[in-house]
């Protein structure tokens, strides 16, 4: 949750629209990988005690050579005086760079908590390939349980074998190892109030196979101080199958 002084009203839709997958072909690599790694900061802000999905380090490889790549695991080390071990990361392959997760973006299957404070752990994600010329970005979040008011969080990729590549390390020479901004929690409770909007539902009926359907509005407002709404938990409902007949669902 981020804090500041001013009142704030959000309109939120939500509809399911569909979804079709394709496969691409892995590369065949014949030649060199020489990749250069990124931290494109992102800002996780002051977040109540007690948070979820809370993006704190973005990761992004950038290939330039002419053979594939692969990010095998990561090792971050925690920092900040937050006992790290009530905080649990979560990996994603963030399709579209954009720093949040969001649709399309692949969870790698390495979510875990920290075993011990301040120090580096190793997360073993699902491969993530750069193709050659090519670029990647890795999401890490975070979920907090009861951190103490004011503590600090950020994590850091001390080195570069921090992140294990298949073929080559990534050139750290310009590697930016610490998260700039960290995560501060707060005591202070967050206080939403949440309505229909003005044209909810918008959708009272859908043709078979339609796509981008709008089925929900949310109003949503702060109180005296505004807040950031990091994720939802919705419970779909009605007589179609809501996992062969609803392909994805998407939030704008
Ligand atoms: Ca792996
Ligand atoms: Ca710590
Ligand atoms: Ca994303």
Do not use: C, W
Request: no cysteine; hydrophobic share 40%; glycine share 8%.
């Amino acid at each position: 949750m981020k804090f500041s002084k001013n009142s704030i009203t959000t309109i939120l839709a939500v509809f399911f629209v569909l979804v079709v997958f394709g496969f691409v072909a892995p590369a065949v690599a014949n030649a060199a990988a020489i990749n250069t790694a990124t931290n494109t900061n992102v800002t996780p802000g002051t977040q109540y005690t007690t948070f979820k999905g809370v993006s704190v380090y973005r990761l992004h490889i950038t290939n330039t050579g002419d053979a594939q790549d692969t990010i095998t695991s990561l090792t971050p080390t925690p920092v900040g005086d937050v006992n790290d071990t009530v905080i649990t990361l979560h990996f994603y392959k963030d399709v579209n760079n954009n720093g949040f997760v969001d649709q399309g973006d692949t969870n790698l299957g390495a979510s875990a908590a920290f075993a011990s404070d301040n120090t580096k752990q190793a997360f073993d994600i699902t491969d993530v390939v750069v193709p050659a010329g090519g670029s990647a970005s890795v999401l890490i979040t975070a979920d907090g349980l009861s951190v103490g008011n004011a503590q600090i969080f950020r994590l850091s990729m001390a080195l570069g074998t921090d992140i294990l590549m298949g073929t080559v390390a990534v050139d750290t020479g310009s590697f930016p190892k610490l998260n700039t901004d960290p995560l501060t929690a707060s005591d202070t409770a967050p206080s939403l109030s949440i309505t229909d909007g003005a044209s909810d539902p918008i959708a009272k009926t859908a043709i078979a196979s339609e796509t981008g359907v709008v089925v929900k509005q949310l109003s949503i407002a702060a109180a005296a101080t505004s807040d950031s709404i990091v994720s939802f938990a919705i419970t779909p409902a009605g007589t179609e199958n809501d996992t062969t007949q609803v392909s994805a669902t998407k939030f704008s």
